[in-house]
């Protein structure tokens, strides 16, 4: 099987996949300071759970695919796959790996791994041209052609982020559930902050996808846009414009970026 690791800012995703199929996952947090060896406890503990596999660890896993934002973890699971699965096929994504996706920036090097991966996953699974939103510690748009190029993208604020901020910033605020409101009227403190969260951001979704839906093709019609990220359920009912869900965007494509970088080869 092979093991996924997508490395965000605040949250870690994991995936194990048996062929195409994703069968079992895992969302923890992200923490800079865990060395390699806690890495390889915490992988050993959550695998141990799955039926399909042994006791050892790496038992099982024949491919790995990694991804991430933080520099530090990377490096610390760069010596995991080296120490704990010395003979498993590991590829993490990095310049020189092949992505197939051609990036249309400035500079390249300063787009996220998961944002081509995303990009990649996204082409495979719908078709181009697209908009992928991914809500995670940032809410981040990222374009991409009917040919499956990255052409670029808008990053704004997470919901967290702002939640947050509210309640540092206002002295008459708190820190607050992510939850629905009753009415999009509050009627309390809490449900206005809630109603401003949801409905702000859905209408911000919407609005940064029509204007990007405009450039990236003739017919805005054309563009499907997918939402990702772990706050993503949150507004998928009040978005508009997105077509359609899958949680596990940035899963895939790591799967595709094994095979092209691995099985392939």
Known sequence: MLLTIDVGNTHTVLGLFDGEDIVEHWRISTDARRTADELAVLLHGLMGMH???????????????????????????????????????????????????????????????????????????????????????????????????????????????????????????????????????????????QSGILYGFAGQVDGVVRRMARELADDPDDVTVIATGGLAPMVLGEATEIDEHEPWLTLIGLRLVHERNVARS
């Open 51 to 193: 039926p399909l596999l042994g006791d050892d660890l790496g038992d099982g896993i024949d491919g790995i695919a990694i991804c991430s934002t933080v520099p530090s973890v990377l490096h610390e699971l760069r010596e995991v796959t080296r120490r704990y699965y010395g003979d498993v096929p590991a590829v993490l994504v990095e310049p020189g790996v092949k992505t197939g996706v051609p990036i249309l920036m400035d500079n390249p090097k300063e787009v996220g791994a998961d944002r081509i991966i995303n990009s990649l996953a996204a082409v495979e699974l719908y078709g181009g041209p697209a908009v992928v939103v991914d809500f995670g510690t940032a809410t981040t748009f990222d374009a991409v052609s009917a040919r499956g190029e990255y052409v670029g993208g808008v990053i704004a604020p997470g919901i967290e982020i702002s939640v947050d901020a509210l309640g540092v910033r206002g002295a008459q605020l708190r820190k607050i559930e992510l939850a629905r409101p009753r009415s999009v009227i509050g009627k309390n403190t809490v449900e206005a902050m």
